[in-house]
């Protein structure tokens, strides 16, 4: 039957609003609070302090580069006339460049105007690809890696916000321009009619180059602007279609040579004309061995033609040294001479003489054949060759064409490369011109040249590093406060109390043997061992005035504990109490045997009796403890199931049995157990499972009716060190 606090005389349970509000205005301290939050985040707000110091030398080593100033100044002399030669009409009106103060201050907007960075951009080529020296060194290597990954990562991320349409795309030499702005640095103190001009740009030499032309850029311009002419600009435009024009010949020779192939076209000539020459004469060659082979076959003909008594000897001596003839030559030699010799006894008819005649005719036969196989050969050899003759002239005709085009592509080369000149001598020729004038012209002079101070500008690496490290520790107190707001796990007994509206009966520390505390005498060991003592004290005290209480301890989730805790409050009791103590498994898992080895005791198995649940095994743990565990699933479900009262030899002479129930989450038999109990203690394992779980759990004990005699708080971290805590 199950006993609220009103019936076992303890207080009402206060609401959790009431709760908390007590413990928040009583128990917490703001400062202890902080100092818990951070000890308990403490490695990974070291790893992201870490993190962070790591990225900032990876940068500060491999990516980030010195920042040098090239300085110059301007003077404006203003009240000067500046008298123009009265060149054009419109130069007429101008009579005075700087008459008032705000001269310098258009100066300076001058200064400022796109169209000189646009020009110098232009003019030193910034808008391409940087060309960097390949590394020697295996710290050169990484650096350009790491620099590599910086700027593919900077693209990415500007890529990203081009597609999301948070930022413009701009070429390359857009975003040169829009850096260099930003890097120019003007300066004028009042009442002063100088003016100082910063450039801040990575590498010394470059930013006095780039600084000392930018000067350049702006005195002609300025020049060009006050004779009211535009011959620089002319001719500027002039020299850039006249490289453009080049750039473009160039390309099309490239693309001409890859499809006609005429590299190397002072050399191919002579070989195409070699092998026509050599493939005409194995044509000739081959022409003449023919004619004589028909010639030969005609004759043989002829021969054969004639009628028996008008055969001559086929002259032999007409036929080249590899013919096939010649292997016929000794049999035919010897039937002539045989038939010579029957034609002086016999006459013509003789049968003899015909004999012989007839061997002459089929040998001669034989040999017309393979004369006409051999002219056959040979017609066909004097076609390749003629093939042969007209693919190389066919090659030479192409060679010859394509030579062609490729000299007039040469000379197309030849006079933009001669116009290029041509602009670039005249521009530069107007630039001095220019220059000339403003000498003698202009109100501004540069009475300072671009020069750089010498050593890098801004801050230095260490104070880099250091700023770091501290934006490293903001993120990381940052990082842990939000894992702190959303973090919904129990740490401290208090907190525990104020989220489940229980009271704590026990706050047991974290130990690797918490079974064998009555046994160890260092100081952890004690910690646990007071911690227990303590969980007995206040079960003993819950559960006065009950002879003979069943006590359940149950947990919300697995490996919270709860065995373990119900094993050390049962031997606790039983140490403490000197009476016999009961502690039966709700499943069939051996795990309270195993941790009862730990508690270094004899364990004997006791004899089954009739009274007992058929499937329960019990062993005597010590003197004064008992353990039951269950040796079949459905035994164990049944017992979940039934009431204690219908088997009366489950307690025995013992005056507490404490059951073991299965997680109340998992097991939905394990709450209604729990209701057939005196008392109820709920195990709640530290930094383990969120709040909401716990609060499901004894929110199903609640619908039963149960409500737990309090909570342990079972392997609580202490993250803040004993005497900084004490503090």
């Known amino acids: 039957m199950t006993k609220l606090e009103a019936e076992i005389g303890l207080p009402p349970a206060k609401s959790r609003a009431m709760t908390r509000t007590v413990t928040g205005s009583g128990v917490r301290d703001t400062g202890a609070t902080l100092l818990f939050v951070v000890f308990k985040w403490l490695p990974q707000m070291a790893a992201v302090v870490g993190i962070g110091i790591l990225c900032g030398l990876g940068y500060l080593s491999l990516v ?13 002399r203003v009240g000067v006339d500046q008298t123009p030669s009265p060149l054009l009409g419109s130069d007429r009106n101008v009579t005075f460049l700087a008459q008032t103060r705000g001269a310098v201050q258009s100066e300076m907007d001058l200064l400022r105007n796109e169209v000189l960075v646009s020009r110098l951009i232009a003019d030193l080529n910034l808008g391409a690809p940087e060309a960097r020296p390949e590394p020697t060194g295996l710290y050169d290597r990484l650096k350009r890696l790491g620099s590599d990954l910086y700027q593919g990562a900077r693209d990415g991320a500007d890529a990203i916000l081009v597609m999301v349409g948070l930022k413009t795309p701009q070429s390359r030499s857009a975003a040169v321009s ?13 009442g002063s009619d100088v003016i100082s001009v910063s450039l801040r740009w990575p590498g010394e030499a470059q930013a006095v180059q780039l600084l000392d032309r930018f000067l350049q850029i702006y005195t002609n311009f300025r020049s060009a602007v006050f004779e009211g002419g ?11 279609v006249a490289k453009a024009a080049v750039e473009a010949v160039e390309a099309e020779m490239a693309v001409f040579e890859r499809e006609h192939d005429t590299r190397n076209a002072a050399s191919r000539a002579p070989l195409l004309e070699a092998d026509l020459v050599e493939a005409q004469r194995a044509l000739e060659r081959q022409t003449l061995e023919l004619d004589f082979a028909r010639r030969r076959f005609d004759r043989l003909s002829r021969v054969l033609s004639r009628t028996a008594n008008q055969r001559e000897p086929v002259g032999l001596g007409t036929f080249p040294p590899n013919s096939p003839a010649l292997s016929m030559a000794p049999s035919m030699v010897a039937l002539l001479g045989e038939r010579e010799r029957l034609l002086v006894n016999n006459s013509v008819s003789a049968p003899e003489v015909r004999e012989i005649e007839a061997k002459l005719g089929a040998l001669t036969v034989v040999l017309l054949r393979q004369l006409e196989a051999e002219v056959q050969d040979l017609a066909h050899v004097e076609t390749t060759a003629r093939e042969r003759v007209e693919k190389v002239v066919t090659a030479l005709r192409e060679f010859q064409d394509a030579a062609t085009g490729w000299k007039s592509l040469e000379r197309r080369r030849e006079l933009a ?3 290029y000149r041509d602009a670039e001598k005249r521009l530069g020729e107007a630039r001095d011109i220019a220059a000339l004038r403003n000498a003698r012209l202009s109100n501004v002079v540069v009475v300072q040249p671009a020069a750089a101070e010498g050593t890098p500008i801004g801050l230095r690496k260490l104070s880099m590093l250091g700023i770091i490290t501290l934006c490293s520790s903001v993120l990381a107190c940052g990082w842990a406060l939000v894992r702190e707001v959303f973090d919904g796990r129990l740490y401290r007994g208090e907190e525990a109390a104020a989220e489940l509206g229980l009271p704590l009966a026990s706050e047991v520390p974290e130990h690797d043997r918490l079974l064998q505390v009555w046994s160890q005498c260092d100081p952890a060991a004690a910690a646990a061992r007071v911690a227990l003592d303590r969980l007995v004290v206040t079960v003993s005290e819950r559960l006065r005035g009950e002879r003979k209480a ?16 119900a094993l050390a409050l049962a031997h606790g009791m039983a140490r403490r109490g000197r009476k016999a103590v009961r502690l039966i498994s709700g499943s069939t898992s051996q795990a309270l045997l195993h941790h009862a080895r730990a508690l270094r005791v004899r364990l004997d198995p006791l004899p089954t009796s009739p009274d007992l649940p058929a499937g329960l095994s019990l062993t005597a743990v010590g003197d004064h403890l008992v353990v039951g565990t269950w040796e079949d699933a459905e035994a164990a479900g049944a017992f979940l199931r039934g009431d204690f009262a219908s088997c009366p030899g489950l307690q025995g002479d013992a005056g507490l049995v404490i059951l073991d129930l299965p997680p109340l989450l998992s097991d939905a038999e394990a709450p209604l157990c729990a209701s057939r109990a005196d008392a109820t203690l709920l195990v709640v394992r530290a930094g383990r499972h969120a709040a909401a779980r716990h609060i499901a759990a004894l929110e199903a004990l609640r619908w039963l009716g149960v409500e ?12 803040v060190p004993a005497r900084l805590e004490q503090v």
């Open 230 to 240: 535009g011959e620089i600009d002319f001719l500027h435009t002039k020299r850039n």
């Open 64 to 76: 980030r580069g010195n920042m040098f100033q090239a300085n110059a100044k301007l003077y404006v």
């Open 417 to 419: 490369e001669a116009r």
């Open 550 to 565: 069943v006590l359940a301890v149950a947990a919300a989730e697995a490996e919270e504990g709860a065995s373990t805790m």
């Open 178 to 190: 829009q850096v260099f702005a930003q890097s120019l640095i003007l300066d004028n103190a009042p």
């Open 708 to 719: 737990p005699i309090g909570i342990v708080l079972n392997r609580v971290r202490r993250f």
